[in-house]
């Protein structure tokens, strides 16, 4: 299916491979959210007259929708936040930091993004928990038995991401989720590279936490979401308060509303998060099954194609999934990637918040390719074509 016809940007003739970055916005969405401008741009949950109100609809629908897409049990279940960085943290300083105490263990892997790594060994050090990293595969994918063999009296959390931002593997979180809670282990899990991807379902795999982007998801930028199970969620304490988290307030008391509002204080992201449900409906008109299938193939392509090149060296061309890093031998990844921006092709050079990985790999820096529903097996071909070249330093060097 051609889906390029849904995106103004690509009229440009741009090729856009850095979809784990962010994804590209469909009309549709910026259409809706160029409406709540244009015709109802009041706020949500305060005015009692029309837009408002209209304004309110909207918004919540999006938590409909998003309920729905991640199959939660109830609506009150999902936060809306700025994004998944937000999420994670909401739940490690909101819920974890006062569920933990000193001695307790929290598995990571190496393979984890800076936002997952970072609030954790903060903790640490707050609290004297134990950040563990479970080990890696050889081909840096999850393994199941090592996570078993972490295990122990003192583990009380699993924080890892359902696919990862640079190797692009998918985990079994059902399995994993299983595993933990026969241990009295908690789940948190970072969907910002599956949400967009695959099916999501907190209620099959039994998730406690999840966090998401919409960006990452054909939505807008500055709008997330933490679903959390509705007992854990009543337990967090807010990591910000103001208006609309509470029903009365004085200087001796102040009562906060049920969930969600508890967790959503001052004004909200209204444009981003009715622009997100919009983004939503888009997917399930496509179908997560369909965008999984396509873009497994799409990167079995390029690999197929890369493979015939000597001058690359890829780093996972075995792992499933849409996400492939490679270099070009003897050419730091920047050159290549302004190389390739000097071909109308963008991709992301660096270590992708991931510097533990990085040390694993053995190098400093990657070129990193994501894709998308939308690319097609053409625009692989001129990826291909452009890095058979001999000459791709000097020429993005421009000597
Ligand atoms: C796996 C993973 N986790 C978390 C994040 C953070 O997402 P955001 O910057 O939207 O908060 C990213 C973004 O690249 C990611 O790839």
Redesign the pocket.
């Known amino acids: 299916m051609d889906y390029k016809k849904d995106f103004k940007f690509l009229e440009k003739n741009i090729v856009y491979f850095d979809n ?2 962010t994804t590209l916005k469909p009309n549709r969405v910026i259409e809706k959210m160029d409406s709540y401008y244009y015709d109802y741009p009041s706020n949500a949950h305060r005015g009692d007259y029309n837009i408002s109100m209209i304004a309110s609809t909207e918004f919540e629908k999006t938590r409909d929708l998003v309920k729905e897409f991640i199959n939660a049990k109830n609506r009150e279940e999902i936060i809306f936040t700025s ?4 999420s ?1 943290n909401m739940a490690i300083y909101g819920y974890f930091m006062n569920n933990l105490k000193s001695g307790d263990e929290v598995l990571i892997t190496k393979s984890e ?1 800076a ?2 790594v970072i609030p954790w060994f903060d903790l640490e050090n707050k609290l004297g928990i134990k950040v563990k990293y479970i080990d890696l595969n050889k081909d840096y994918t999850f393994s199941i038995d090592n996570f078993k063999k972490m295990i122990n009296s003192n583990t009380k959390v699993i924080s890892i ?1 359902e696919i ?2 640079v190797i692009g593997d998918k985990r079994d979180i059902k399995e994993i989720t299983k595993i933990a809670h026969e241990n009295n282990i908690k789940v948190l899990v ?1 969907a ?2 599956s949400i967009g991807h695959i099916k999501v379902d907190v209620t099959d795999t039994d998730i406690d936490f999840l966090a998401f ?1 919409a ?2 998801m054909l939505g807008p930028t500055g709008v ?1 979401v933490l679903y959390g199970k509705e007992e854990l969620l009543k337990e967090i304490s807010f990591i910000k308060g103001g208006g609309t988290s509470i029903s009365f307030d004085s200087p001796k008391k102040i009562v906060y509303k049920d969930l969600p509002y508890k967790l959503e204080a001052g004004t909200q992201n209204i444009a981003g998060v009715i622009g997100f449900g919009e983004a939503i409906k888009y997917l399930n008109e496509i179908g997560m099954d369909y965008i999984e299938k396509y873009t497994n193939e799409l990167k079995e392509y390029l690999v197929s194609k890369l493979e015939d090149n000597e001058n690359i060296i890829m780093y996972n061309p075995r792992v499933e999934g849409s996400i492939l890093i490679f270099n070009v031998k003897d050419v730091f990844a920047q050159d290549t990637a302004i190389y390739l921006n000097n071909h109308d092709i963008c991709v992301r050079a660096g270590d992708h ?1 991931d510097k533990k990985l990085y040390d694993e790999l053995g190098v400093k820096n990657t070129v990193r390719i994501s894709l998308y529903f939308y690319n097609t097996k053409e625009e692989i071909d001129k990826l291909v074509k452009v890095l058979n070249n001999n000459n791709i330093l000097e020429e993005s060097l421009g000597i």
């Open positions: 784990g970055a994004g998944s960085t937000e994670i993004h936002s997952i991401a990862t931002n970072d910002s590279q982007s960006h990452k997330g918040c």
